[in-house]
């Protein structure tokens, strides 16, 4: 807008009586607001278009807003993976060794934090906590995004947890795999080597044409964010190899029924 308007930061700075390094903290989004008094000078000496000021300063209020995940920003750090998940359109994920996360259990995601030993048992119940928060955005009113879960069946027979928390599980995903907007495919052993084995990652895809596709895949310190196109691309191609070789959904759910019969049957014995 300033350079449409033909003004230097400089005279921009000097016109709307904004100090020149707050001017390019803004045009460089290093700040994360803008205050409602800079703004509005800035879509006056610019002529900015009604409705494109008014866009603005809504987006302004916007960035205020914290999300809920931000009162567990000591489970999930800055940039977290739940502030993505929100605005996704559609979600696909891979997993090897776990359930993945949208999809666990309390029981079950108790049993994958307690295996760290050194976590006490209050940031525990505070980590369970906020895992099942995420999985709301599955099941709320307005767009929920569709999640494409493609789970390698070593996850599905891994013990997590006390007997009986698998088979609890395994009777979850069977539930809600019936949901309109979640799908499951099991890559079974019999598929054997595959393209990704053993490199789970998430997919996010967004309903603004203007916000790229971006992937999340886990490390032992935390999780990083791939946004380089031809990354990205990759995993996409890879996504397409993985799901072309697990089984359909209706398949994976008879497949996931009769793991749940035999853990169930383990845990009688």
């Known amino acids: 807008m300033r350079e449409a308007a033909g003004l230097t ?9 904004i100090p020149r390094t707050t001017l390019g903290k803004i045009e460089t989004a290093e700040t994360q607001k803008v205050q409602s008094g800079h703004l509005d000078r800035l879509v006056e000496l ?7 000021a008014e866009a603005l300063r809504q987006l302004a209020r916007d960035a205020g807003d914290k999300g809920w995940w931000w009162r567990y920003r000591d489970v999930f750090g800055h940039g977290a993976l739940p502030d993505f998940e929100t605005e996704a359109s559609l979600i696909k994920t891979y997993e090897v060794a776990t359930i993945p996360g949208l999809l666990q259990t309390p029981e079950y995601a108790a ?3 307690q295996a760290g030993n050194l976590t006490a048992s209050e940031h525990i119940d ?28 070593a996850a599905l027979r891994r013990p997590i947890g006390s007997p009986g928390v698998l088979a609890g599980q395994l009777d979850y995903l069977a539930r809600i795999g ?13 598929a054997g080597a595959y393209s ?9 895809e967004f309903p603004e044409p203007l916000d ?8 032992v310190t935390g999780g990083q964010f791939e946004e ?11 996504f397409g190899h993985v799901q072309g070789t697990a089984a359909s959904t209706v398949r994976s759910a008879q497949i996931i029924e009769g793991i749940r019969e035999e853990s169930t049957h383990g845990t009688d014995t």
Do not use: C
């Open 228 to 238: 380089a196109p031809e990354d990205v691309e990759q995993y996409v191609v890879t």
């Open 111 to 113: 049993g994958i934090f």
């Open 9 to 17: 930061a400089t005279e921009a700075s000097d016109r709307s009586k």
């Open 212 to 219: 790229p596709t971006i992937v999340y895949t886990d490390t």
């Open 196 to 204: 990704g084995i053993g490199s789970p990652f998430t997919i996010l």
């Open 126 to 153: 505070r980590q369970v906590e906020a895992r099942m928060r995420r999985r709301e955005i599955l099941h709320r009113h307005e767009r929920p995004p569709q999640l494409w879960a493609v789970i390698d069946e």
């Open 178 to 190: 019936q949901n309109a907007n979640i799908h499951i495919q099991v890559l079974p052993f019999s």
């Open 46 to 52: 610019y002529k900015a278009p009604y409705e494109e």
